[in-house]
């Protein structure tokens, strides 16, 4: 296969490529352990190999697991595929099959393969790690932001990946409410790219975040929608008593219902997440809670929450209230 190009920027991190700069490669290690910048590695990636082989196949290895000669096996194309995406998990614990296979392998990868390894860190396989890096194999690095400076780098450059720009204020604040979780992070960049128009401003994450401590609008959620009415009332309440806007708290509260209402009745993994425009943790997460929900009761809760969203914007003099209203109803709506 010819790799993409590289992309500009700044492509280096201190112990390998910028995840961000990832590009499809024969040999491409991922060394970290966020289970979220792995994601969304795979995801490029993916999507970089389909745009030359729209039918490449993706095939899923546990290292842990491994039974010798399934590399060979699972190499080779089909009769209904000419390319093959190859990711194996779970390097950090490899059975000693996989690690004697995977040295043969990485002597003369296969052509149409792109083999991915994901390695979280640890001794284990030590011999293979080294082996990859003598041989020059991409380095992915996949550890999650750990500074506050990291962090804010991170917001900055998810705004600019949606073609978006946010104040350096802005992000800052935006990491003192959702800081410790990427997931949530990214998708509250998503979210204010998609409402607002032009650069976001301190005043936009007040009004969506400010005053937010433990209790985000995303906790709220994913306790009403799994039908946990105590902890999602004693969230949400929390949430107001520090001055968290109601807004941003129904945003949480639409999308987790959109997602489930995406994934409702279906069944599958990685291809389904990138089908649906979803990270494979978000796929996992909306298919359990799909199980408390009915078709009937999602579509009422939908509906109740556009209500809702009009009544804090400006049609109820008692928006707190309207939006207790409407965890209540959710959460009674999901079935336990």
């Given at each position: 296969?010819t790799p993409a190009p590289a992309s500009r920027g700044k492509a280096k991190s201190a112990t390998g490529t910028s ?318």
């Amino acid at each position: 296969m010819t790799p993409a190009p590289a992309s500009r920027g700044k492509a280096k991190s201190a112990t390998g490529t910028s995840w961000r700069q990832a590009a499809p490669a024969p040999l491409i290690l991922l060394s970290g352990s966020d289970d979220y910048i792995v994601s969304r590695v795979l995801d490029k990636l993916r999507t970089g190999i389909r745009q030359q082989f729209q039918d490449a196949q993706l095939v899923q290895l546990d290292a842990a697991k491994y039974q010798g000669g399934e590399i060979m096996l699972s190499a080779t194309p089909s009769l209904f595929s000419d390319f093959i995406i190859l990711e194996v998990t779970n390097a950090a614990t490899m059975s000693d099959a996989f690690l004697e296979d995977a040295l043969n392998y990485i002597k003369s990868p296969a052509e149409d393969v792109m083999f991915v390894l994901h390695h979280s860190g640890g001794n284990r396989g030590k011999k293979l790690l080294d082996a990859l890096k003598k041989a020059g194999v991409s380095t992915i690095d996949c550890a999650a932001p750990k500074s506050e400076a990291e962090k804010n780098d991170f917001v900055i450059q998810e705004f600019r990946a949606l073609d978006h720009q946010i104040h350096p204020e802005a992000a800052r604040a935006l990491v003192a409410a959702l800081g410790n979780e990427l997931g949530d992070l990214a998708a509250a960049c998503k979210q204010l790219s998609e409402d607002i128009t032009g650069p976001i401003t301190l005043e936009h994450v007040d009004k969506y975040y400010g005053g937010r401590v433990e209790a985000t609008g995303f906790k709220v959620a994913d306790a009403a929608l799994a039908g946990r009415s105590t902890q999602a009332l004693s969230s949400l309440r929390h949430a107001l008593s520090t001055g968290t806007d109601p807004i941003p708290i129904i945003a949480a509260l639409a999308m987790k219902l959109r997602q489930i209402a995406k994934v409702a009745g279906r069944r599958g993994g990685a291809e389904l997440a990138g089908e649906l425009g979803m990270a494979p943790w978000q796929l996992r997460q909306a298919q359990d809670l799909a199980n408390y929900w009915s078709q009937d009761d999602l579509i009422s809760c939908i509906a109740l929450v556009a209500e809702t969203d009009a009544m804090v914007k400006g049609q109820s003099r008692d928006p707190e209230y309207a939006v207790e209203r409407l965890v209540t109803q959710i959460a009674l709506s999901a079935r336990r």
